[in-house]
């Protein structure tokens, strides 16, 4: 895969692939920005990517919290905090700073943001964003690199 690429995912079983494909990739301090229309896929390929990480727990999108925090070891066996953000009902710059999650991004952790439009003022510029696009059988994926981390990470998804 080259630092901007475009993949057809039959079903979902193939995004759960994608995403357990990406885990293996996947490296600290690292932002991922997932856009799509709702019920495009994105959270079915966060519950993927952990899933490879080894999580057995359910993957639920953190519509009402914001954000669901994950203690992963990464491929090394290091820590690794992945931060599933669904920011579908963000509205409000202060809470961001009232809940502290810009600590969240850091050089332990990996935040997989749904939504990151809603808070574009407060976020950080994305390593990759991945875009989803329903067909009518499955949806195309568009992944692409802006920082030489993400594009480290998306050279090693096969």
């Known amino acids: 895969m080259d630092n901007n690429s475009t993949l057809d995912l ?3 079983a193939a995004t759960i692939d994608f995403g357990a494909a990406l885990a293996k990739a996947i490296v600290p301090d ?5 856009h799509g229309n709702l019920g495009a896929g ?17 993957v639920k999108s953190p519509t009402y919290t914001l954000v669901e925090p994950y203690e992963m070891l990464d ?16 509205n409000d710059e202060e809470e ?6 810009r600590d969240y ?12 439009e809603k808070a574009a003022q407060v976020l950080p510029a994305p390593d990759i964003e991945i875009s989803f696009n329903i067909r009518e059988t499955g ?5 692409a ?14």
């Open 10 to 12: 039959a079903d979902e």
């Open 30 to 34: 690292l932002t991922v920005y997932l």
């Open 42 to 58: 994105k959270t079915t390929l966060v519950r993927g990517l952990l899933q490879g990480l080894g999580y057995v727990g359910k």
């Open 75 to 90: 491929s090394h066996s290091a820590q690794l905090n992945v931060y599933h953000f669904d920011l579908y009902r963000f």
């Open 96 to 101: 961001w700073e009232a809940a502290g999650f």
């Open 105 to 116: 991004f850091n050089t332990s952790s990996v935040c997989l943001i749904e939504w990151p």
């Open 139 to 143: 949806r195309t994926v568009h992944v």
């Open 145 to 158: 690199a802006y920082s030489e981390r993400g594009q480290q990470c998306v050279q090693h998804i096969n």
